[in-house]
């Protein structure tokens, strides 16, 4: 079988596609049974790129088999939930991280990590929307639990040309949500609006620290992919009652010029979402929700396609801000 082994030595981090035995495939899990899938599509996330690069010091273990999505056929299991020929996806459990991932012809994980491929939708579209998109489903989800609903003042949606920000953008504008989409690409305007984005919003209107506690009431709610002083000053500016959903630190941990204000004045809500250690349940119901609610013709507009040799230099690249939309990587090929 074929995998994109990162390995690490006194030189640094490399990462190529090797020929090796399946064997190597992990087998200690615990006790927990195990489930081996012929992958057919993964994708490139923020944290692929991390891995294939060594930074972010999120593989511990060398070598290593990025890829912390992937979606594909069971070929054997040892759990009862999955037959041979199943197909399957399965985003987060720090897959592709502390355990080989994605990029290899077959990949054997906890059973308790996948669900089944919803009705709907191919495995190619759901790496298509992969943990990008399911995050951003998890957010507008949140966003629904907390009262924000269509017909009110527009959602902010930060890094809108990015992964998270591109789905979640056409999620809420196909269930009638005005979103106001924030890129500092000012050429990825028209890709924006093609997803539904009604408003465009220069990045350099947030990036810097907000200069009062309190803003003009202007969103009733966001999907903040970056962090930082961009979240902080997002945060100045919800309506009462307004809520937030932070998915991404790609800006900074730190909310600098942040203070309490606009939780006590005004009730904000600022609500993490974390995709890695969702119930299955919850799991079970984003899938769901996304293949009905995601605009699967605009989905294509966002998509580019790459091979496994092209993972490492698309890695570079992602961390470079250079890549919009989405990049499926076609394991057929």
């Known amino acids: 079988m074929r995998a994109l082994i990162v390995d690490k030595s006194d030189s640094g981090?490399?990462?190529?596609?090797?020929?090796?035995?399946?064997?190597?495939?992990?087998?200690?899990?615990?006790?927990?049974?195990?489930?081996?899938?012929?992958?057919?599509?993964?994708?490139?996330?923020?944290?692929?790129?991390?891995?294939?690069?060594?930074?972010?010091g999120l593989v511990r273990n060398y070598p290593h088999v990025p890829g912390i999505d992937f979606?594909?056929?069971?070929?054997?299991?040892?759990?009862?939930?999955?037959?041979?020929?199943?197909?399957?996806?399965?985003?987060?459990?720090?897959?592709?991280?502390?355990?080989?991932g994605g990029y290899a012809d077959k990949a054997r994980v906890k059973g308790e990590w996948l669900v089944?491929?919803?009705?709907?939708?191919?495995?190619?579209?759901?790496?298509?929307?992969?943990?990008?998109?399911?995050?951003a489903m998890l957010a507008v989800m949140a966003l629904e639990d907390h009262g924000v609903r269509p017909g009110g003042k527009p959602i902010l949606v930060t890094g809108a040309s990015g992964g998270v920000g591109?789905?979640?953008?056409?999620?809420?504008?196909?269930?009638?949500?005005?979103?106001?989409?924030v890129t500092g690409r000012p050429e990825g305007a028209d890709y924006l609006k093609s997803l539904g984005a009604s408003t465009i919003v220069p990045r350099g209107d947030l990036a810097d620290p907000p200069l009062?506690?309190?803003?003009r009431e202007t969103y009733a709610g966001g999907i903040d992919a970056v962090g930082g002083a961009m979240?902080?000053?997002?945060?100045?500016?919800?309506?009462?009652?307004?809520s937030i959903a932070a998915v991404g630190l790609a800006g900074g941990a730190k909310l600098d010029g942040a203070t309490v204000v606009p939780f006590l004045l005004r009730g904000v809500n600022l609500l993490g979402i974390d995709s890695v250690m969702q119930p299955r349940e919850a799991r079970l119901t984003?899938?769901?929700?996304?293949a009905r609610d995601l605009p699967l013709?605009?989905?294509?507009?966002?998509?580019?396609?790459?091979?496994?040799?092209?993972?490492?230099?698309?890695?570079?690249?992602?961390l470079e801000g250079k890549v919009r939309g989405r990049v499926v990587v076609d394991l057929s090929r």
Not at 121 to 135: K, N, P, W, Y
Not at 286 to 290: D, M, P, S
């Open 286 to 290: 984003a899938w769901q929700r996304v």
């Open 231 to 242: 979240l902080a000053h997002a945060l100045t500016l919800l309506t009462y009652g307004g």
């Open 71 to 100: 979606a594909g056929t069971v070929e054997a299991s040892d759990d009862p939930r999955y037959q041979p020929g199943d197909a399957v996806v399965l985003t987060g459990w720090r897959v592709g991280e502390a355990w080989w």
């Open 166 to 181: 591109s789905v979640a953008t056409a999620i809420l504008a196909k269930l009638g949500y005005e979103v106001a989409a």
């Open 116 to 135: 089944p491929l919803p009705d709907g939708l191919t495995a190619r579209q759901a790496m298509a929307v992969g943990t990008a998109g399911f995050t």
């Open 297 to 318: 013709d605009l989905l294509e507009t966002m998509v580019d396609e790459a091979s496994l040799e092209d993972v490492p230099q698309l890695g570079r690249d992602i």
């Open 13 to 56: 981090v490399s990462a190529s596609v090797e020929e090796i035995d399946e064997a190597r495939l992990p087998s200690d899990a615990d006790g927990d049974p195990l489930v081996t899938v012929g992958v057919s599509h993964s994708t490139v996330n923020y944290k692929d790129g991390l891995c294939v690069t060594g930074g972010g």
């Open 212 to 215: 009062r506690p309190l803003g």
